[in-house]
């Protein structure tokens, strides 16, 4: 997978380009592990096209996570999300979704493998330093939430 990320970073492959959004959480910005999770991006060879810092607002932080409403985590990764600062993204490379979702590791840091994103710098479930879509939909779907666009 490498030697397909480094060909994309010299800009010799550009089939299966794909563009996914993704965010740096408020743990992220306060812990300052911002400019080591995006060096680790970068030397997975993703490409940033769009990269600001935001203070997401309920009503975003609502639409965001609405596929959990109701469900008894939802109130605290709004309120989670909400807290301070994030960086929003949008990263391009092949398999960007795919690949991405490898890098940051399972969503709970207890079961995330040693060297991926959350498995080396997550606290919590809440707290886990970094949001990725889970689809090209998706991507899609909550860029267009913070006025990014994924195409």
Do not use: C, W
């Amino acid at each position: 997978m490498d030697s397909v990320l480094r060909k994309e970073r010299e800009g010799t492959l550009t089939e299966s380009n794909q563009r996914t959004f993704s965010f740096l959480k408020p743990d992220t910005v306060k812990n300052r592990f911002v400019g080591e999770v995006l060096s680790r991006l970068e030397q997975k060879g993703f490409i940033f096209k769009q990269l600001r810092l935001h203070q997401i607002t309920h009503k975003e932080a609502e639409s965001l996570y609405s596929v959990h409403k109701g469900k008894p985590f939802f109130q605290e990764l709004v309120d989670h999300v909400t807290s301070g600062p994030v960086v929003l993204m949008i990263l391009q490379a092949p398999d960007a979704v795919e690949t991405l979702r490898k890098v940051i590791g399972a969503t709970n840091p207890l079961t995330a493998e040693p060297g991926t994103i959350r498995g080396d710098l997550s606290v919590s479930i809440t707290a886990n330093v970094i949001h990725a879509s889970d689809s090209v939909e998706n991507a899609k779907r909550e860029s267009s939430i913070f006025s990014l666009d994924t195409s």
